[in-house]
């Protein structure tokens, strides 16, 4: 398999929210214990390099909409990808247009510390690439108008050494994973939480141009029962092609 071996780890409400007041109850903070040791504790379950999430999500949890500072008469970028560092554990944020305003080349999730790798389609400037360099984040280029998913997973993998990668959110990026045949399994951790949002983000959500709302069936491999009353159960993905 010439990709990275990607399983989507999320936790969720007992509606399927991945996000919310929920989290902030007793039962959501013990399943948000148990989320996070299964991927990153000190004995974790999953044994991976990184982690990608979409732009979205990063925003939500880690650049929290800040514009990037760009230097629009920056000189011209080399061609390709940029390999700033090779280390054993990476943040992966799609972000097609360039968009994201980091700070850093690392951040710390809890007390897992990664490298900011970005992955760029076509559409990213000049400017932000540049600033990119600056800061020393990494990125690659996969697709012109729209995200190749199988391109940037191979990258991973070859430019990086990424064997396994947890793929972390939002709803349409999870969705749109899982229809490109590109997810091997699905792990999720429900809280026995919940608080009703008309509005929030589902584990999987289709969006227009995306993604489509063909079915997709799933394969249980386990369920355990976990602190707080939740419930971790283990999928693999039906409809997986070898990619």
């Avoid at 929210?17 to 999953?46: C, R």
């Avoid at 559409?123 to 995200?147: C, D, M």
């Amino acid at each position: 398999m010439n990709r990275p071996y990607i399983f989507c780890h999320m936790m969720t409400s007992l509606d399927g929210k991945i996000m919310g007041a929920y989290m902030d109850t007793q039962e959501g903070e013990a399943a948000g214990d148990v989320f996070y040791n299964i991927s990153f504790g000190k004995d974790p379950y999953y044994k991976h390099q990184g982690w990608l999430s979409g732009r979205v999500t990063t925003d939500d949890n880690f650049t929290f909409y800040r514009k990037p500072v760009l230097d629009e008469n920056a000189p011209t970028v080399p061609e390709g990808d940029f390999v700033a560092k090779k280390t054993d554990m990476y943040y992966v944020s799609v972000d097609p247009s360039g968009r994201l305003g980091w700070e850093s080349s690392t951040l710390t999730y809890v007390d897992t510390t990664a490298h900011v790798i970005e992955v760029l389609t076509g559409r990213a400037g000049n400017a932000y690439k540049a600033f990119l360099r600056k800061l020393g984040i990494s990125y690659i280029i996969a697709g012109e108008a729209s995200l190749d998913y199988a391109l940037a997973m191979k990258k991973l993998k070859e430019l990086f050494g990424i064997e396994t990668l947890m793929l972390g959110g939002g709803a349409a990026l999870n969705w749109s994973f899982i229809q490109a045949g590109m997810c091997d399994e699905v792990s999720v951790v429900i809280a026995a939480a919940a608080d009703g949002s008309p509005t929030t983000q589902t584990l999987f959500m289709a969006r227009e141009g995306l993604s489509s709302t063909t079915p997709v069936g799933f394969a249980l491999q386990s369920a355990q029962v976990k602190d707080g009353g939740s419930v971790w159960l283990r999928y693999l993905v039906n409809n997986k092609e070898e990619n």
